[in-house]
């Protein structure tokens, strides 16, 4: 066999695989939104580089809870609102959606803020910055199958490499990193209530509505299934790795020079960092991986929202209908995008919940958890459900990252 014949097999062997690839990354990417960038940037700020551990920690975790929706939405086909509804009846499914909804309209305020933060630092007021992504993110989905959907976001969504540049520049002190990351202050409110943020800011409950969705939309099936899991593990190595990026470079930018800095905006941030990243080169990168955080998290959680009501109230939910054969699938997805756009535009003040909100996301996850894990107990074919070992180390998982979020996150605000 000649070297240029093995290389072609190789190039088609992968081909199968590469068409499966795409909801693992976007929903990955789409999880590393403004309100996790500034979560992240706040704790590298208030406490160095002693949360860089727990962003390592939490790839497994994500994976684990992510590869769940894979396997419900490859080996039953429906989304997870569906499942809910066939698995535990009408009204814990509307538990859910209620869950969803509130997640989705804090994820939206904290999208559409950042991308007027990213007009103030170029000078374009809101009226324009905010209209013009709406319409981006109506035009894209408006306009596309569920694949040309996912080829734009995953397109939008690599800009947040940009963050990897971030942090290079930033250039850390190796040692004082090492020495930070093993030495966290576990039992000071202040530094379990940015871990329970953190933990928010990672698991989302538009994340497992998307993915499952996402994974029955495009049709794919067991054969696949392999694909599906790499695509989801890879994706969780990488928004990991962009949040671990902001975390240093904010520990290494802005905490030298201004420990008490309160990054509640992404204006705030960037003026605080760029100065010592470069103030032209510096707020470009920067803006770029805010708006490509910021528009693949809007499509996202809004389309996850669409699909959620949608297996609960039983209308037409799929990227493969035309708008006027799907009304309130797109009529839902474009609320979300002009309503969260105008809510940022009348009252921008509301852009300082961004760490709120993750913790509030971390509030849910008792919710979002419970459903997830009884349902791929009961809902999967034998060979695939959820049981044995692996169900109680997910079971264990899960508890344990429950009762930090949550409890965390109520020492936190009562401190």
């Known amino acids: 066999m000649t070297t240029g014949t093995a290389s072609v097999r190789r190039k088609f062997s992968l081909l199968p695989w590469l068409a499966v690839f795409g909801p693992g990354l976007v929903v990955m990417l789409a999880d590393t939104d403004?309100?996790?960038?500034?979560?992240?940037?706040?704790?590298g700020v208030q406490w160095g580089y002693k949360l860089l551990l727990p962003q390592i920690i939490l790839m497994p975790v994500l994976y684990i809870v992510q590869e769940l929706t894979v396997r419900l939405g490859i080996f039953t086909g429906k989304g997870h609102g569906e499942l809910i509804r066939e698995a535990f009846g009408v009204k814990w499914a509307?538990?859910?959606?209620?869950?969803l909804a509130v997640a989705t309209a804090g994820a939206l305020l904290t999208e559409f803020s950042g991308v007027a933060g990213v007009?103030?630092?170029?000078?374009?007021?809101?009226?324009?910055?905010?209209?013009?992504?709406?319409?981006?993110?109506?035009?894209?989905?408006?306009?596309?199958?569920?694949?040309?959907?996912?080829?734009?976001a995953l397109a939008v969504g690599l800009f947040e490499?940009?963050?990897?540049?971030?942090?290079?520049a930033a250039r850390p002190e190796f040692s004082l990193l090492v020495s930070d990351a093993f030495h966290p202050p576990v039992f000071n409110a202040s530094y379990e209530y940015l871990v329970a943020a953190n933990i928010g800011a990672?698991?989302?409950?538009?994340?497992?509505?998307?993915?499952?969705?996402?994974?029955?939309d495009k049709h794919l099936r067991a054969e696949h299934f392999t694909a599906a899991r790499w695509d989801t593990a890879i994706g969780a190595v990488i928004t990991q790795l962009v949040m671990a990026a902001v975390l240093i470079a904010a520990a290494a930018s802005i905490r030298p020079h201004a420990p008490q800095a309160s990054l509640q905006t992404i204006g705030q941030m960037s003026q605080a960092m760029t100065p010592y990243l470069g103030i032209d080169v510096g707020k470009l990168i920067f803006s770029f991986g805010v708006l490509g955080a910021a528009m693949i998290a809007a499509i996202v959680a809004s389309l996850a929202l669409a699909w959620g009501l949608g297996e609960v109230a039983g209308y037409r939910r799929s990227l493969e209908y035309h708008p006027l054969k799907a009304k309130w699938f797109y009529g839902v997805y474009a609320a979300c995008v002009i309503g969260g756009a105008t809510v940022v535009g009348i009252a921008p003040n509301l852009i300082s919940l961004n760490v709120g909100v993750q913790v509030m996301n971390a509030l849910l996850l008792p919710l979002v958890l419970g459903f997830l894990v009884r349902l791929a107990m009961v809902t999967l074919p034998e060979s695939h459900r959820l049981k044995g070992g692996y169900m109680w180390l997910t079971?264990?998982?899960?508890?344990?990252?429950?009762?930090?979020?949550?409890?965390?996150?109520?020492?936190?605000?009562?401190?």
């Open 161 to 168: 490499l940009a963050f990897f540049y971030v942090a290079w």
């Open 94 to 99: 509307w538990l859910s959606a209620a869950g």
């Open 395 to 415: 079971i264990g998982i899960c508890a344990i990252t429950c009762a930090f979020g949550v409890l965390g996150g109520i020492g936190g605000l009562l401190s």
């Open 119 to 152: 007009g103030d630092l170029f000078g374009v007021p809101h009226y324009i910055s905010l209209p013009l992504a709406a319409g981006a993110l109506l035009l894209i989905v408006f306009t596309g199958s569920y694949r040309r959907v996912e080829r734009v």
């Open 202 to 216: 990672v698991i989302m409950p538009w994340m497992v509505f998307y993915q499952q969705s996402a994974v029955a």
């Open 34 to 43: 403004v309100g996790s960038i500034i979560t992240a940037g706040q704790s």
